[in-house]
């Protein structure tokens, strides 16, 4: 049951109450994005498109036909994520598709240059990873975290953009030293030796009460009462659908610009290090742009702060159309890109909790997440096509442009936050729109 917020009264101190009893959840989930199998594989994409193609003689649009595989098999990975969560709890599956991962990573080391190997091997990742995905990190954040979700969010969400600032140079230099095959055995130790060893340790206590204290990460279950609507309830909300369609254009855009970004600047006459270099910037520009924002959304009206940060990555897409190889422009390109994919995602995730509630989370954000990775999917094909035939990332950059215009003007259609009762009574029994949810 839920009733609709008046106007909050904005306070600009931070409550550190929450994150004084978890942290140890923050950095867990912070290090799980970033060694996710949504973000680490893709984020690191565009460093192995040239030497795929030196070594097997593959053209750009047949590689990037490879994260097409993976986004079209997420769609269902997601689905998968939400099921396999909400019955069997988030540790169990967490922990087995880690190892998963790092194996699956491995068995693509074997490729001996068919191009089926390289799809196949892409499409099997979001599966083998699939306690990895955004919706195990962002549900375990939202349990812990009421006061400050928005900034926790941010925080952990901040994994993408560690990723994007180390990964792509590290591999290029780990691909420069062993050949393309490193970095598939640098994608499998992360997961192994840093994700899984934390998930061990941390990934074990219950969700505490919101009066809870720090004993609540003892190991005797505890749970709270959580509110929201169920999925074929949030299948009936208009806003459901205002976000489903915004963020499908952004990040149609967003992946455009992720795994293009490389190869555009190598174009430009760029090395392979001075591109990977320039890349960084976006790295550190999301995680300063999601804690800032992270900030703002948990203070002002979260569709609106994104219209107008999800419109700089319009303004990175004319920047790339017209700089050429100037160094300094094309920084200022990535940072405003950067800005916007840190309001993607945690806004998204921040929107599925505050319309919707933690009822039936994992499902209605997974489902969100299958419709944004539908996006994904058609974002390299129609990208890699438009290069095919134009020769040049002109049209792409023109397309993504348009499309994070119209997703920031949608947002503006989400309305007032609704207020879910039961959430303000957690003491009580369990009542009808509220469960009670443990990590398991």
Same mark, same amino acid.
């Given at each position: 049951?839920?009733?609709?917020? &008046?106007?909050?009264?904005?306070?600009?101190?931070?409550?550190?109450?929450?994150?004084?009893?978890?942290?140890?959840?923050?950095?867990?989930?912070?290090?799980?994005?970033?060694?996710?199998?949504?973000?680490?594989?893709?984020?690191?994409f565009?460093?192995?498109?040239?030497?795929?193609?030196?070594?097997?003689?593959?053209?750009?649009?047949?590689?990037?036909? =490879?994260?097409?595989?993976?986004?079209?098999?997420?769609?269902?990975?997601?689905?998968?994520?939400?099921?396999?969560?909400?019955?069997?709890?988030?540790?169990?599956?967490?922990?087995?598709?880690?190892?998963?991962?790092?194996?699956?990573?491995?068995?693509?080391?074997?490729?001996?240059?068919?191009?089926?190997?390289?799809?196949?091997?892409?499409?099997?990742?979001?599966?083998?990873g699939?306690?990895?995905?955004?919706?195990t990190?962002?549900?375990?954040?939202?349990?812990?975290?009421?006061?400050?979700?928005?900034?926790?969010?941010?925080?952990?969400?901040?994994?993408?953009?560690?990723?994007?600032?180390?990964?792509?140079?590290?591999?290029?230099?780990?691909?420069?030293?062993?050949?393309?095959?490193?970095?598939?055995?640098?994608?499998?130790l992360?997961?192994?030796?840093?994700t899984?060893?934390?998930?061990?340790?941390?990934?074990?206590?219950?969700?505490?009460?919101?009066?809870?204290?720090?004993?609540?990460?003892?190991?005797?279950?505890?749970?709270?009462?959580?509110?929201?609507?169920?999925?074929?309830?949030?299948?009936?909300?208009?806003?459901f659908?205002?976000?489903?369609?915004?963020?499908?254009?952004?990040?149609?855009?967003?992946?455009?610009?992720?795994?293009?970004?490389?190869?555009?600047?190598? &174009?430009?006459g760029?090395s392979?290090?001075?591109?990977?270099?320039?890349?960084g910037?976006?790295?550190?520009?999301?995680?300063?742009?999601?804690?800032?924002?992270?900030?703002?959304? &948990?203070?002002?009206?979260a569709?609106g702060?994104?219209?107008?940060?999800l419109?700089?990555?319009?303004?990175?897409?004319?920047?790339?159309?017209?700089?050429?190889?100037?160094?300094?422009?094309?920084?200022?390109?990535?940072?405003?890109?950067?800005?916007?994919?840190?309001?993607?995602?945690?806004? =998204?995730?921040?929107?599925?909790?505050r319309?919707?509630?933690?009822?039936?989370?994992?499902?209605?954000?997974?489902?969100h997440?299958?419709?944004?990775?539908?996006?994904?999917?058609?974002?390299?094909?129609?990208?890699?096509?438009?290069f095919?035939?134009?020769?040049?990332?002109?049209?792409?950059?023109?397309?993504?442009?348009v499309g994070?215009?119209?997703?920031?003007?949608?947002?503006?259609?989400?309305?007032?936050?609704?207020?879910?009762?039961? &959430?303000?009574?957690?003491?009580?029994?369990?009542?009808?729109?509220?469960?009670?949810v443990?990590?398991?």
């Amino acid at each position: 049951m839920a009733t609709f917020a &008046d106007k909050p009264k904005v306070s600009l101190a931070v409550d550190w109450t929450e994150f004084a009893q978890g942290w140890r959840v923050l950095i867990l989930s912070l290090i799980g994005i970033a060694t996710s199998v949504g973000v680490a594989p893709i984020y690191a994409f565009g460093t192995l498109v040239l030497p795929l193609q030196e070594a097997f003689g593959w053209s750009r649009g047949e590689i990037q036909s =490879a994260a097409a595989f993976q986004y079209a098999s997420s769609v269902l990975a997601f689905q998968l994520a939400g099921w396999l969560n909400k019955r069997y709890g988030l540790r169990p599956i967490t922990l087995g598709s880690l190892l998963a991962l790092a194996l699956a990573y491995v068995m693509m080391t074997f490729n001996t240059g068919h191009l089926w190997q390289l799809n196949l091997g892409f499409a099997l990742l979001a599966f083998a990873g699939v306690g990895t995905l955004h919706v195990t990190w962002t549900q375990l954040t939202c349990l812990w975290f009421e006061k400050n979700r928005g900034l926790a969010l941010a925080v952990i969400l901040c994994g993408t953009g560690l990723t994007a600032l180390i990964l792509p140079s590290l591999l290029s230099w780990a691909i420069s030293q062993w050949g393309w095959r490193a970095w598939f055995w640098g994608l499998a130790l992360l997961p192994l030796l840093i994700t899984l060893p934390l998930s061990l340790l941390w990934m074990r206590a219950s969700v505490p009460v919101p009066t809870a204290r720090s004993s609540a990460l003892a190991d005797a279950p505890q749970t709270r009462q959580v509110s929201g609507l169920s999925l074929r309830e949030a299948l009936r909300s208009a806003r459901f659908w205002i976000a489903n369609c915004a963020f499908f254009l952004a990040v149609l855009g967003m992946m455009g610009m992720i795994t293009n970004a490389v190869p555009l600047m190598r &174009d430009s006459g760029l090395s392979a290090a001075e591109a990977a270099s320039v890349f960084g910037a976006f790295g550190m520009s999301l995680i300063v742009g999601r804690l800032f924002i992270g900030y703002l959304v &948990d203070r002002l009206w979260a569709p609106g702060v994104a219209f107008f940060v999800l419109m700089l990555p319009a303004v990175g897409c004319l920047l790339f159309i017209a700089v050429g190889a100037r160094i300094p422009l094309l920084i200022l390109a990535c940072v405003f890109a950067g800005l916007g994919a840190g309001a993607e995602m945690d806004v =998204a995730s921040y929107l599925m909790a505050r319309y919707f509630g933690l009822r039936d989370y994992s499902r209605i954000f997974a489902l969100h997440m299958s419709f944004t990775a539908i996006g994904s999917t058609i974002s390299p094909l129609l990208f890699g096509a438009l290069f095919e035939r134009t020769g040049s990332y002109h049209a792409m950059l023109t397309f993504c442009m348009v499309g994070f215009a119209m997703g920031a003007l949608l947002l503006l259609a989400m309305g007032r936050y609704p207020v879910w009762v039961a &959430d303000k009574q957690p003491q009580r029994p369990q009542t009808e729109g509220a469960q009670a949810v443990s990590i398991g």
